[in-house]
């Protein structure tokens, strides 16, 4: 068995699955783990079920796959086969510790980021829709004063996928100083 594609991205690939045996008047099942594959919306079967093609290929897509190879005198069964499926960033989140919104001027704050990503997301922090220097899943500030208010968002990049998704902003009030 083998795939014509290792790297694939959700919604937007094709992946087609080979099965291929020796012998005569061969019928084949394929199995997505202990469940038969059937033919549906964005499945097909060809060459006599010996090619499974699957289009817009979505997480839950990842396998594994076996082709059995069946005729009256014997059957066989394929290694396992798990397809890489990327996706997002999606679901992007901004946590505050601690719960803000209002902050004394002084204290420490840190801004966490979270994302539904495969492979993991990078993240990057913009204030008021300007980006910060700061990269990486947090964003900790100290001593922070009233000049540091504003809406913090968080961008997630997937490399792979090549995607960007921001999250809604945080708003972060420092009170006092000068």
């Not at 069964?77 to 001027?105: C, R």
């Amino acid at each position: 068995m083998n795939s014509t594609s290792s790297v694939l991205l959700e919604f937007n690939s094709t992946v087609s699955l080979v099965c291929s045996a020796s012998g005569s008047t061969l019928s084949f099942i394929w199995l997505n783990g202990s469940s038969e594959v059937t033919a549906g919306e964005r499945v097909q079967l060809t060459d006599s079920n010996s090619n499974l093609t699957i289009t817009n290929v979505i997480r839950g897509d990842t396998g594994p796959y076996q082709c059995e190879a069946s005729n009256i005198i014997s059957k066989a069964m394929s290694p396992p086969l798990s397809l890489t499926i990327y996706y997002g960033p999606e679901n992007v989140a901004v946590e505050a510790a601690p719960v803000g919104p209002f902050y004394s001027s002084g204290s420490n704050l840190t801004l966490t980021c979270s994302a539904e990503s495969s492979p993991a997301a990078e993240f990057q922090w913009a204030v008021n829709g300007a980006e910060l220097g700061e990269m990486g899943q947090e964003l900790r500030l100290s001593n922070i004063q009233s000049s540091q208010s504003g809406n913090y968002t968080c961008i997630a990049h997937n490399k792979q996928s090549l995607r960007y998704s921001t999250s809604e902003p945080i708003n972060i009030t420092v009170l006092g100083g000068l």
